[in-house]
């Protein structure tokens, strides 16, 4: 199962790859962008780490290609049975309930949009949620959530 980690999760925790990542593309961008982690943090089921790790990656390329944001902020929270990422920004915004663009690249793991399906689909495999507040002119936040499965039960 470790040979399926991304790299970034091999030999550190959650809350250190996310940083990790936040800084690269902090770096890259050029965008103010920072991570808040809040709760007891505990090394949860590799399947959840990727799946939260996948979609700040994927919010934060939809930040770059799409939202024109000055800052971005990330909050990792660990609430009990739960755990969720929310990424927010002070972009251009869109009307989450339109269709998603056309003609974008395709290929595996594309849905023609703003990654935004896949990442919900990775998430609800983990009976975790992705949801979506934006308007046209005020920013986007995108909520992952996913059970908090501690490491240790994956396995029994």
Excluded at 11 to 26: F, G, I, N, S, Y
Excluded at 30 to 54: D, N, Q, S, Y
Aim: hydrophobic share 40%.
């Amino acid at each position: 199962m470790s040979a399926l980690r991304p790299v970034q999760l091999q030999d550190t925790e959650l809350p250190e790859a996310l940083a990790d990542v936040v800084a690269a593309w902090r770096e890259l961008q050029r965008i103010p962008a920072e991570l808040t982690v809040t709760g007891r943090v505990l090394p949860l089921h590799p399947e959840v780490e990727v799946a939260l790790l996948r979609a700040a990656q994927e919010s934060l390329a939809n930040v770059a290609k799409h939202a024109g944001a000055s800052r971005v902020g990330l909050t990792l929270s660990y609430m009990g049975d739960v755990v969720t990422l929310d990424v927010r920004d002070d972009g251009r915004g869109f009307d989450p309930a339109a269709p998603a663009p056309t003609g974008a690249p395709g290929g595996p793991g594309t849905d023609g949009g703003y990654g935004l399906g896949v990442m919900r689909q990775r998430l609800q495999r983990l009976a975790g949620s992705l949801e979506i507040e934006s308007e046209p002119g005020s920013g986007t936040a995108v909520c992952a959530s996913a059970p908090a499965i501690p490491r240790e039960e994956a396995h029994v």
